[in-house]
Structures are given as C-alpha cells and as structure tokens.
C-alpha cells in the first residue's frame, strides 16, 4: 500500500464551482500534510499546510484534515480556468515526505 | 515561503556529456536537499538526498556513479548527470525543506539529443 493515495483524474468542474481533491494516507503517524499545485511544465508549489484536524481556509483554498479517517482534502471555491493544474498532496512523518502521485484538475470556462 | 532557484532551467546537450545542476536555497540554509526527475506526465521520483558535509543517499534505482550530488554548502547542492544519453532527458526538480515545509526550485529541463 503506497503511503499516499490520490485519485489522478483527471476532474472536471465548471468555472465557478467547487473542486473536491481528496487523498488519503496510511500511517496514523503522519504529523503534517500539505498540498502543492503544479502546473504543466512547471515545478511543485506549496499552496496550503495543514497539521490539526479541522478545516484550514486560505482564500478560495480550504484544507481539511481527519486524522481519525486519515484523509486530508483540498477545495477550491469559486474555481478559475487558472486553477487548472495537477495538484499534488504530501503529508510528513519524522524527516520523510511522501507525495502523492497527483490528481489532475481542468476547470472549464 | 522559502525560496529555491535552480540554474539552468533549460539545457540541450549532446550524447555522452556530462550535465551540471545548481540548486540554491535563497533565504535560509539547507543542511538537507532533495533531487526529483519528473518525467512527462508522470509523478515525482524522487533520486536522491543531499547531505551537507557529507555523501548523498540514493533512491533504489539510481545509480551514484551516474548522477554525481554535491553539497558543499548550507545554500548549493550540485546534480551532474554524468555520460548523458537521450533517456536521461527529463524534468529535474530540487528542493529543500524550511521550518518543516518543503520547497521546489523552478526544476531543470534537461534535453539529450
């Protein structure tokens, strides 16, 4: 079982809607989860960090994290063709990082 | 955030040269760096660690002798990819990890014809 699991897509949302990026890991131990765009081409950028179960919102990003579930979720609200990416979720135990393999989002105009 | 540059971001070369990778961290020191190739469509491999001070560890795989890490300082670590062939073109990535977060450079492009 990978350490990470996400769903690759690709997803599809219209403009204006909500995107859902779902992803989930194996290791209760897991201390720290985040959430990186990546457009084509272009290298990973961190867009949110999340460490406590609950929601963290940033914008049009929310982050929400289950622990006891071992999920963490990303939403866009508002969604923006700029939004269209591969978004990659990672989560952090001790000093190793784990990625996921990414989900690819298209938002359409 | 913290930030990562990556020198070149894009280069050509022959067959059978070798290929030198700078990776910086900007603002703050990285006694830790990372290496990744990314080929088309696909997800990041990690290569290999860079220790400061001290050799690199490989991901299964990768061979050493191939890709040469240096790191010779808190801000640069080196990637060189040694006798370069046309499978070895791919989407480098470095990064380095800031109070717990880590951090991409903008990657290299890397192009063996």
């Known amino acids: 079982q990978k350490e990470v699991e996400q769903n690759s897509g690709p997803l599809s949302v219209p403009e204006g809607a909500i995107a859902s990026l779902n992803c989930t890991y194996s290791?209760?131990?897991?201390?720290?989860f985040f959430w990186y765009r990546q457009y084509s081409g272009k290298s990973p950028e961190l867009i949110m960090s999340?460490?406590?179960?609950g929601d963290k919102e940033d914008g049009r990003f929310t982050a929400q994290l289950n622990k006891a579930s071992q999920y963490v979720s990303l939403l866009i609200r508002d969604s923006q063709p700029s939004d269209s990416a591969t978004y990659l979720c990672a989560m952090n135990r001790g000093n190793q990082f784990y990625f996921g393999t990414g989900t690819s989002l298209t938002v359409i105009p | 955030g913290a930030v990562v540059s990556q020198h070149p971001s894009r280069v050509i070369c022959k067959s059978g040269t070798s290929v030198k990778i700078e990776c910086r961290s900007l603002?703050?020191?990285?006694?830790?760096m990372f290496w990744y190739r990314q080929f088309p469509k696909k997800s990041l491999m990690l290569m290999a660690t860079s220790n400061e001070g001290s050799k690199a560890t490989y991901e299964q795989g990768v061979e050493k002798d191939k890709f040469l890490i240096n790191h010779a300082s808190l801000t640069l670590s080196t990637l060189t990819v040694t006798s370069a062939h046309p499978e070895d073109s791919s989407f480098y990535i470095c990064?380095?990890?800031?109070?717990?977060?880590?951090?991409f450079g903008p990657g290299t492009r890397l192009t063996v014809l």
């Open positions: 290791d209760r131990g897991s201390q720290s």
């Open positions: 999340i460490y406590s179960n």
């Open positions: 990064s380095a990890r800031d109070r717990g977060r880590e951090f």
């Open positions: 603002d703050f020191q990285a006694t830790t």
